[in-house]
């Protein structure tokens, strides 16, 4: 039985030594202070030794791993949430930060549908900018309409009861597809529509790789594929369509992204999608997406 008023914090932590002290600095910043945070090792790094050694021992943190390192995010995730013990399920990744308040102002909203989220402040780890914010045009109830205007990974507080689930063993999107899948049964989340945490995007991120493009093309063509073959977890059908319609407009703006890397752009896809004066302009109809090339 879960504990009533904890969060469960889930830290999948891979060569994570340069900002994970940051993340953890967040939590203990946190004016809510029942939280229990599980960091999963996907490298096989003794985390607990290491902290320890930089003077860090909290008894709300907790330590596993994956059976195999380089299991990726996501099944390091589904590691952690065997072990939580909280009402409250809430991700979060190494390189990102919470902000003080955000446990404490996304619990009280998280009560109507069980399902709470925030914008998000997309900074560069490197020059401490911040590029965009996640929700452009924020709503006070987010639905699955709402994924269409941001391509930010948007981050959300879940009942546990919400949170049954697994995380996809997806490349890239798996996050959003379990997103969506509590969102489906919630009906819709309640949005903090200022940003509580931060997005952080930095050189060595899978976002800067040369092959970027190419891995979330496989990415979002492995979950076409399997949202026509199994459905993915998705029961309601115009829901499940919904998806479909979604990660196939995400597949297009990774190709438009892809050719505007072929015509000279030097950034990574948050700035690219982000930009006003775009390489490209996509456009979506009547069910259909539109493509247009343009030049900056």
Request: glycine share 6%.
């Amino acid at each position: 039985m879960a504990i009533a008023n904890l969060v469960s914090i889930i830290m999948p932590v891979h060569q994570g030594q340069m900002t994970l002290i940051r993340a953890l600095d967040s939590l203990f910043k946190q004016t809510y202070p029942n939280w229990e945070c599980i960091l999963i090792a996907d490298d096989g790094f003794d985390y607990k030794w290491w902290l320890k050694q930089q003077g860090i021992q909290d008894i709300r943190l907790r330590f596993t791993q994956t059976e195999q390192a380089r299991s990726g995010p996501n099944i390091a995730r589904n590691v952690g949430k065997k072990l939580a013990r909280g009402e409250w399920i809430a991700p979060l990744d190494v390189d990102d930060l919470y902000y003080p308040t955000r446990l404490a102002q996304l619990i009280p909203l998280a009560q109507a549908s069980g399902l709470a989220l925030d914008n998000v402040c997309v900074v560069n780890d490197d020059s401490q900018k911040t590029i965009t914010m996640g929700l452009k045009q924020p709503t006070t109830q987010l639905s699955i309409n709402d994924f269409f205007t941001t391509n930010t990974p948007l981050l959300f507080l879940f009942h546990h009861s919400l949170a049954q689930h697994s995380w996809e063993p997806i490349a890239r999107g798996g996050d959003t597809l379990f997103n969506l899948r509590a969102l489906e049964t919630a009906g819709y989340a309640t949005c903090h529509q200022e940003a509580l945490h931060e997005y952080r995007v930095y050189k060595q991120s899978m976002c800067h790789s040369p092959n970027v493009g190419n891995i979330f093309d496989q990415a979002y063509q492995e979950t076409l594929q399997r949202l026509h073959l199994d459905g993915l977890g998705f029961q309601n059908t115009q829901f499940k369509n919904k998806v479909i319609e979604l990660i196939t407009y995400k597949k297009t703006l990774n190709l438009a992204f892809e050719k505007a890397i072929e015509n000279g752009f030097n950034g990574d896809f948050q700035a690219f999608s982000s930009t006003s004066q775009s390489y490209s302009k996509i456009s979506l109809s009547n069910n259909q997406i539109h493509l247009n090339s343009t030049s900056l």
